[in-house]
């Protein structure tokens, strides 16, 4: 394997738990409206909604909208689905930065720190930077530099995203390793001439729903957490690399 | 004065001390090339240098260029200028490197960490995203994110760099407060709406050359250092900024 100069993180579900964060504030806005519903469902039709938005983007059918904008867009039908449609756009904006406020995996602070001595690390997700920095404040996630989709108007998976990254970085799109646990995310990554790290995240979509396929040996490098991922990459370190 | 919700920081000469740093990079280089010039007036010329290549790009004349271009192409005629024309291609990539590499104003860390508890800090920087990501990595630089012109294609003092930095962060322009040691910076930002705070660094052109000049009252913070603007932007502060 080459050796890789920076790491780009997918952040939703790789890097952060976004579904027991956003169960967790659906559900505490749902007390606060005395409104019993079933918020695990809500919130996996909330991210449901949000690759079919992106891809209306993507085909030019929308303009270009930010995350926040197309996670509030879906917000609204969805709280009119489920018959809460009184609710003032005041509390529909906090309720939709939920996705500011999510929570890192158990493993994300220590392993990017590890990461963070030997490689540049970014984000590279289709949030936008707003939401990607308040998210890293919150959480203590120690990015060296926060890289969006935003930047490049191109929603991954279009090329001009990673691409787009690599040439903010001044690295070979082969310099730079995209790290994800969606297997599609890596696939597209890989066509634009990136290296590519699985981390595999089982509990994403929640209990029972087992991650996507893929092929044994498809991936420059796969790891169960980011601990492991610093563990398999070390054997490329210099020696701070710890 | 109203709060800002978010502080960006012009980088060379406001955040670290160009000349010193380039100063000694440059002396380091002609001791490996036996080379007596005054080391000091070649980093004085290659920064007086940028102003007018940014203009050439602002203007059209040449097309988008990042900063680390501009300072090769910069380099190559200053070291020509004195006589050096056999140095590899290499070399000078790495010397030009040397804007990744500065150093900080002693004060720089540690009234940044004291900012980054109140307010989101970014870099609003004329320099690419790879030299802030790169200088912030080596000296310790505590980002909240990266923001450079490069994101816009525009350099500052064009308005679009400031209105840019504040679209990425979604916060309206007079909630962006630009932090700057140089007038001519903070009257473009406040003409785009921007809030200013001024920070007096009388070392960045070397000793005995004076700060340029500014009216009493014409910025909405004037500080001494990075902890002088920490003491005074506390005033607005929550419980946690200290």
Redesign the interface.
């Known amino acids: 394997m080459r050796q890789p100069q920076a790491l780009a993180f997918d952040v939703f579900g790789t890097v952060v738990d976004w579904r027991s964060s956003i169960i967790a504030e659906l559900k505490a806005f749902g007390r606060r409206h005395a409104a019993h519903r079933d918020w695990a469902a809500v919130a996996d039709s909330w991210r449901a909604g949000y690759v079919p938005a992106m891809d209306r983007v993507r085909r030019g059918e929308l303009p270009w909208m930010k995350i926040?904008d197309l996670h509030r867009m879906i917000l609204i039908e969805l709280l009119e689905a489920v018959g809460l449609t009184s609710v003032g756009a005041d509390e529909i904006d906090e309720l939709n930065r939920a996705w500011h406020r999510l929570d890192p995996w158990p493993d994300t602070v220590a392993g990017l720190t590890r990461l963070k001595q030997r490689f540049?690390i970014?984000t590279l997700s289709n949030g936008?930077?707003?939401l990607?920095?308040?998210m890293?404040?919150r959480a203590g996630l120690p990015?060296?530099?926060?890289?969006s989709a935003?930047?490049f108007r191109h929603y991954k998976p279009d090329p001009e995203a990673y691409l787009g990254c690599a040439e903010?970085?001044?690295?070979a799109p082969g310099e730079l390793m995209l790290v994800a646990a969606h297997p599609s995310d890596l696939r597209a990554a890989r066509s634009a001439g990136l290296m590519t790290g699985y981390v595999v995240r089982p509990l994403e979509r929640g209990p029972g729903r087992p991650p996507p396929r893929y092929d044994e040996g498809e991936f420059d490098v796969t790891a169960t957490d980011f601990l492991d991922l610093a563990d398999k990459l070390g054997r490329f370190g210099r020696e701070n690399f710890r």
Chains 1, 2 share one sequence.
Not at 143 to 147: A, E, N
Not at 168 to 171: A, E, K, S
């Open positions: 926040d540049l970014t936008n930077v707003s990607l920095t308040n890293a404040k990015w060296d530099c926060v890289i935003e930047m903010l970085l001044d690295v």
